[in-house]
């Protein structure tokens, strides 16, 4: 199994410090536990990060699991050389292997970008709700003004309606008890 991830695998190994001379020529895949972190399945910092582990671990694990490399099918080998990628990109040679994964400047950056952007996000959600809450009171107010004057003013224009009505009934009634003139005269 000479291929192009291969030799790649076996180049990444040895730039972060494995030895690679010890292979173990066997068809039989060792076989990892369903939570124990392996270097041939993708994530292996991110898993490691969050079981507390640090760059020396995944280095540890690394070594363990280069013996079986010729084992490996080709998508393992890929994970293999992806996590390497991983570990290259994110400081681990660089860094101490006792750090921990987390100390690496690009967490620490995000750690306080997501913490600056939390305590922004309260902010202004606390702005917020208080503002939309006297808006919303204001609101409420001049929309219940608004109502007892159109209420008043229907209340009023029906008053007017029936004092109009009443007094159109007492001139109708007056005309009506007036006596008709018998002469009609036309003007010309």
Known sequence: MAGIVYTKLIDALKGIGV???????????????????????????????????????VLDIFKDEAKYIDSMNDVEQMAFLNNILDYNEFGGKSIGTSTGIEATDAMKAFKNTQSELKKALDDLNNIGKSDVEKSIDELRTTAKSMKDDAEKGVADAYKDLEDFLVNLRSFIDKLCSLPLPSVIVIIP
Do not use: I, W
């Open 19 to 57: 030895d690679v001379s010890q292979q173990q020529a066997s068809n039989v895949k060792k076989l990892t536990t369903k939570n124990k972190s392996t270097a041939t399945k993708p994530g292996l910092l991110a898993s490691e990060r969050d079981t507390g582990g640090n760059f020396g671990t």
